[in-house]
Each structure stands twice: as C-alpha cells, then as structure tokens.
C-alpha cells in the first residue's frame, strides 16, 4: 500500500510519496507515518461529549481526514470512536467543506483501527447516543417512549408498557420516516430493537445530525453562562 503524509491533508492536496531511488537523507526530512486509505469506515466524532456520524477517509498513526454531515460546533475536546468502543483524542487541524483533518494527541495503532476485530465491542456497527422522544404503537396501544441510541439496524429504548421479545412496534418520531421494529432483548423498562429496514449511513447521519448540532450548541450556551 502506498505511504503518504502522515497528517490529515487538505482535500485536493497532492503528497508525493519519495521515489524508489530517494536517497536516505531525503527520505529522512519526509513524514514517514503510512496514510491508509479507508473508503467508507464509520465513526463517531465525540464533541464535547455530544456524538455526530463521521466517515473516517484516511488515517495515519498521527492523524485522521473525515467526511462531517453537520458544521463542527465549537468545543473544547474532539475524539473519534469506533465502533468497537476505541477512543482517541484529536484536535481539530482544518475543515474544507464537509471534510476536515483531525490530528490525534497520542500516536495510535493503525492496523488496530482498520481492522476493529479488538475493544469492547469488536464488529459492532455504530451507535450514536441519542435522546429523542418517540410514540411507540403495539398491540393496538400508543405509549411514549424515549430512544437512548441508534445504529443503522437498530435501537434502544426506554418504554414503561411491556413488549414481548420478537414482538412487531412501529415508532414515530416526528423527524423521520415511521420505523418498523422486532424487541431483540428486554431489560425492562429497555429494549433493543432490530429494525425491519435498516438506514443507509448517509441517512441517519442526516437526521440525527441537526439532534445533536441543537443540543451541543445548548450546552455550549449553557457552558458560557456559567461563572468561572
């Protein structure tokens, strides 16, 4: 695979790698941390505590380019999360559009981070931690119910009424389509739930994006009215 600068470069940059004849003295003055290219890898952007979908695009063991669905709000802290519950802190370097390169404050293990097979949850799909009220309608009742978090093929919710596992629900939301769901599990009052249809990435990054951005500028007001 090909090596690259080894910090988040600006879309439409082009880094040479050295050529097979560099001598090592030119070979020393380049960044020599191999650019992996990741094509689609989903990630959370922790900000401040709030979390927003992300594609991570290439990564290194210093630093990190990814595709955003929302503004980055400002913050004090940034860090990407994986879906195997991997967490490493950055600092913002530039954004371009709906990209930007982060670069983390410790080096990290590449390989680990391309393959996720380690963590607390090795393989398992994104959830983005989100608060949202939803009406949950089974066994023709309509209860309210709150999600806690969200994937691509699933939830977990809070709900007070009582579902049989593998039970059929709808919820609505009010911000989204209505959703079609079977109770994986129970631990009442939650449950997890495997939806009928799942979401394409894209999509419930741009629903749930303009959730979070309110809620983190919220919280960014509420910072600032604080006494020191």
């Known amino acids: 695979m090909a090596q690259r600068n080894d910090l988040p470069e600006e879309p439409g940059q082009d880094i ?3 050529s097979a004849g560099a001598d090592a ?5 380049m960044r020599a941390a191999p650019r992996f290219t990741l094509l689609i890898r989903a990630a959370k952007l922790i900000v401040d505590g709030g979390e927003f979908l992300c594609i ?3 990564a290194s063991a210093t630093g990190v380019k990814i595709r955003l669905f929302t503004p980055i709000p400002d913050h004090q802290t940034l860090a990407i999360e994986l879906g195997n519950g991997d967490r490493h802190a950055a600092r913002l370097v530039w ?5 930007a390169g982060l670069q983390f404050l410790q080096e990290i ?3 680990r981070l391309i393959d996720e097979r380690d963590g607390a949850y090795p393989r398992r799909q994104v959830r ?3 608060m949202l ?3 949950l309608h ?4 309509s209860v309210h119910v709150q999600f806690h978090d969200i994937s691509q093929q699933g939830a977990c919710i809070e709900c007070e009424k009582w579902l049989m596992v593998h039970e059929l629900v709808r919820l609505d939301t009010g911000v989204m389509p209505s959703i079609y769901a079977k109770v994986r599990w129970r631990n009442h009052p939650r449950y997890g739930l495997v939806f009928e249809q799942t979401f394409k990435l894209d999509e419930l990054a741009r629903i749930s994006a303009p959730l979070q951005l309110s809620q983190a500028l919220a919280d960014a007001a509420r910072r600032k009215g604080q006494p020191d």
């Open 95 to 99: 954004t371009t559009g709906d990209h």
């Open 25 to 29: 003295s030119a070979g020393a003055d």
């Open 133 to 135: 009220d939803a009406v």
């Open 16 to 18: 040479a790698a050295p």
């Open 128 to 130: 983005l931690r989100l």
């Open 138 to 141: 089974s066994g023709g009742e």
């Open 56 to 58: 991570l695009r290439d």
């Open 109 to 111: 293990d590449v390989q």
